[in-house]
């Protein structure tokens, strides 16, 4: 059974990191490509970023040099570092791992993010 | 990037009711379409991609249509279970958007 768990959400002063983890089980996330997409309260999906299984990376173009997606291998564990973060990053940040036509099957429970002084 | 327009963003209907969401991406995106629905505290779920390809799993009551820049989704007869929201996503190019949603209510 696919199973992601979200972890590293939390409360953060604006200007500060956050990295988000995502532990998986079911499949190795270095044979999959596996996103983050985020959820300000309220408010619609956003697309924030994917890495694909051979290694390429993209973002949003919003989020571009603040946030960078990784992967470890050895602990089949996907993550988000987040910098410089500020008060519109405030969301649910969900992982999940693709489907066909990078289609989005499989999402985790996702972890809450708050940007607040 | 492109952009991806739901229409409408809310909608009233009842139970046995038949209903059209559509999508239209600034772009054409061939069928590079994915439908989802969420409900209130939970994760999104794959409804259908590949613009017509229903996911595993889910009723077929369901259904996707359209390729280019014009998509919809339908849902022939609604069930209790089906108010919630639901949203379109291009996964032709990244950033792989998504529409602003679709609020299915009572």
């Known amino acids: 059974e696919v199973q992601l768990v979200e972890s590293g959400g939390g409360l953060v002063q604006p200007g500060g990191s956050l990295r988000l983890s995502c532990a998986a089980s079911?499949?190795?996330?270095?044979?999959?490509?596996m996103s983050w997409v985020r959820q300000a309260p309220g408010k619609g999906l956003e697309w924030v970023s994917v890495i694909y299984s051979g290694g390429s990376t993209y973002y949003a173009d919003s989020l571009r040099g603040r946030f960078t997606i990784s992967r470890d291998t050895s602990k089949n564990t996907l993550f988000l570092q987040m910098n410089s973060l500020r008060a519109d990053d405030t969301a649910v940040y969900y992982c999940?791992?693709?489907?066909?036509?990078?289609?989005?099957?499989?999402w985790g429970q996702g972890t809450l993010v708050t940007v607040s002084s | 990037d492109i952009q991806m327009t739901q229409s409408p963003s809310s909608l009233s209907a009842s139970v046995g009711d038949r209903v059209t969401i559509t999508c239209r991406a600034s772009q054409r995106i061939s069928k590079y379409l994915n439908w989802y629905q969420q409900k209130p505290g939970k994760a999104p779920k794959l409804l259908i991609h590949a613009a017509s390809t229903l996911q595993s799993g889910v009723p077929s009551r369901f259904g996707g249509s359209g390729s280019g820049t014009d998509f919809t989704l339908t849902i022939s007869s609604l069930q209790p279970e089906d108010f919630a929201t639901y949203y379109c996503?291009?996964?032709?190019?990244?950033?792989?958007?998504f529409g602003q949603g679709t609020n299915l209510e009572i």
């Open positions: 996503q291009q996964s032709f190019s990244t950033p792989y958007t």
């Open positions: 079911g499949f190795t996330v270095s044979g999959n490509y």
């Open positions: 999940a791992s693709g489907g066909t036509y990078s289609s989005i099957e499989n």
